[in-house]
C-alpha cells in the first residue's frame, strides 16, 4: 500500500533532483494523469500537440491539485511549462509509475509530492553576516557562492543564475532610484530565444549571466544593431571567457564586460558614502530591496536573503 512506496518515492526524488518548482509541477501534473486514466502512462501521449511541452502543464492545472490540499500559494508562474528538461523530468517519472510494484495508491504518491511542495515553501533562505572585518566583495561572493551549492543538491534549477540577476536590479533600484527600469522573473528573463536584456536602462542593454556563451555575444551584437550600448556582468571565472568570445566576433572594444562582485560592492561603497556605517546602511538597503524584487516576481521564497548582524 501507500507506506511501501515511501521509501522508492524518496529515492527517486534524491537521484533524480526532484526538488523546486518545475519537477514538482511535473510530478503533480503526472500523478494526476495517473489518476484519471490509470497505470501504466504511455508518456508519448503525455506530450502537447507539438510534442514540446507536457500536456496539461501550465499554472492553472498546478493550483488546482494544490488548492484540494489548501495551498494557495503559487508553486511556479508557469506551472514548470517553461522549465528546462521538464520533458525529460516527465519521462523519468513516468517510468518511475509505471515500475511500480503491487497496488499502487495514486492519492498517498499524491500526498508525498505534497510534503514536498510544504518544504519548498519553507526553504531556508540564503544568509550574509554583516561583519565590518570582511570585505563588500567577500559578502557578495558568500551568498552567491550558496547559491551555487544549493544548485548542485537541486539539477535544473539555476539559483545562482537567479540570484545574480536580482543582486544586480537591486543595486541598480539602491543606486538610480525605483522605477526606472523592468524586473522580470529569473524564468522569463533566461527563456532561449527571450527577451534582448535583462535590463535596459537609458541605451544601456544590461545581460546577467553565470555562464557566457556564443548566445549572449550575438544579443549584445543585437543590441548594438539597434542603438544599444551592450553590457554584460558574470561571475570571476566568466570573466575570462566573455571577452575571448567577443574578441572572437570582433566585438571585443565594444561591449563593457564587468564581474558581479565588483560592479555590486563598488557601488556599495559610493552609496555608503565610503563610511562604515554608510556601507552598512547599503547593503542593509540592496538586501532589503532583493527580497522586495524575489517577493514580487519570483515563487521560491527560498531565493531571499536574512541579513545576519
Not at 23 to 39: E, F, R, Y
Request: aromatic content about 8%; charged content about 25%.
Amino acid at each position: 500500500m501507500a507506506a511501501a512506496h515511501q521509501p522508492e518515492l524518496a529515492a527517486f526524488t534524491a537521484s533524480k533532483g526532484f526538488r523546486g518548482k518545475g519537477p514538482l509541477s511535473v510530478a503533480l501534473v503526472i500523478t494526476q494523469h495517473a489518476k484519471k486514466i490509470g497505470l501504466p502512462l504511455d508518456a508519448e501521449k503525455l506530450l502537447t500537440e507539438g510534442g514540446g511541452q507536457v500536456l496539461g502543464l501550465g499554472k492553472g492545472a498546478v493550483q488546482a491539485i494544490l488548492k484540494r490540499h489548501d495551498i494557495t500559494r503559487v508553486l511556479a508562474s508557469e506551472g514548470g511549462r517553461t522549465s528546462r528538461g521538464s520533458l525529460n523530468n516527465m519521462r523519468e517519472y513516468v517510468a518511475f509509475l509505471n515500475g511500480l510494484k503491487g497496488k499502487v495508491d495514486l492519492d498517498a504518491i499524491e500526498a508525498f509530492w505534497i510534503e514536498r511542495v510544504h518544504e519548498f515553501f519553507a526553504g531556508k533562505p540564503f544568509k550574509i553576516r554583516l561583519d565590518a572585518s570582511r570585505s563588500l566583495r567577500m559578502v557578495v561572493r558568500d551568498v552567491i557562492l550558496q547559491a551555487v551549492e544549493r544548485q548542485k543538491t537541486a539539477p535544473g534549477m539555476y539559483y545562482a543564475g537567479a540570484v545574480l540577476q536580482h543582486l544586480v536590479g537591486a543595486k541598480l533600484d539602491c543606486a538610480l532610484g525605483e522605477g526606472k527600469f523592468e524586473h522580470n522573473s529569473f524564468s522569463t528573463a533566461d527563456a532561449p530565444g527571450g527577451r534582448a536584456g535583462d535590463f535596459f536602462i537609458g541605451d544601456v542593454a544590461l545581460h546577467v549571466t553565470t555562464s557566457p556563451g556564443e548566445a549572449v555575444i550575438e544579443k549584445c551584437r543585437d543590441n548594438l544593431n539597434d542603438g544599444y550600448r551592450p553590457m554584460l556582468v558574470t561571475l570571476q571565472h566568466g570573466l575570462t571567457v566573455a571577452e575571448g568570445l567577443a574578441a572572437n566576433v570582433g566585438l571585443g572594444d565594444r561591449i563593457d564586460i564587468f564581474e558581479i562582485e565588483q560592479f555590486v560592492a563598488l557601488n556599495l561603497y559610493e552609496l555608503g558614502k565610503f563610511g562604515a556605517d554608510g556601507r552598512k546602511t547599503a547593503v542593509t538597503e540592496m538586501v532589503g530591496r532583493y527580497n522586495e524584487i524575489v517577493e514580487e516576481f519570483e515563487t521560491d521564497p527560498s531565493l531571499k536573503i536574512e541579513l545576519r548582524r
